[in-house]
């Protein structure tokens, strides 16, 4: 997040295509929060997939942790999906979802 926070800190504002209300500083101040939740992951009780791209390199580790701190999870990593697994994946991502929601009602 450093990384990308330095990049787009270089950014003309105009060409970050942000949404009506967002500034830059806004962006940059999002982007500079740390929130570990990581604690709170055993009391999560519902079933759990946890999905993230192949090519999601950053998120790869996150996703392996998350996956092992929820008891009765299952990680799912969708071959050749990046950051934006819903868009660049989309019919990947829906199979997922799908295969998610049908084990969560078996439960």
Known sequence: ?????LVLGAVPE???GLPDGMSKKDLLDIL???VDLTPDLSRIAAPTVVLCGSKDRPNLPAAHR?????GGSRLQIVDGGGHQLATDRPAAFAEAVR???GL???R
């Open 99 to 101: 295969l998610a929601i």
């Open 66 to 70: 998350f996956a092992g701190a929820i």
């Open 104 to 106: 969560a009602a078996r």
């Open 14 to 16: 105009r060409h970050l």
């Open 32 to 34: 500079g929060v740390r």
């Open 1 to 5: 997040m450093g990384v990308q926070r």
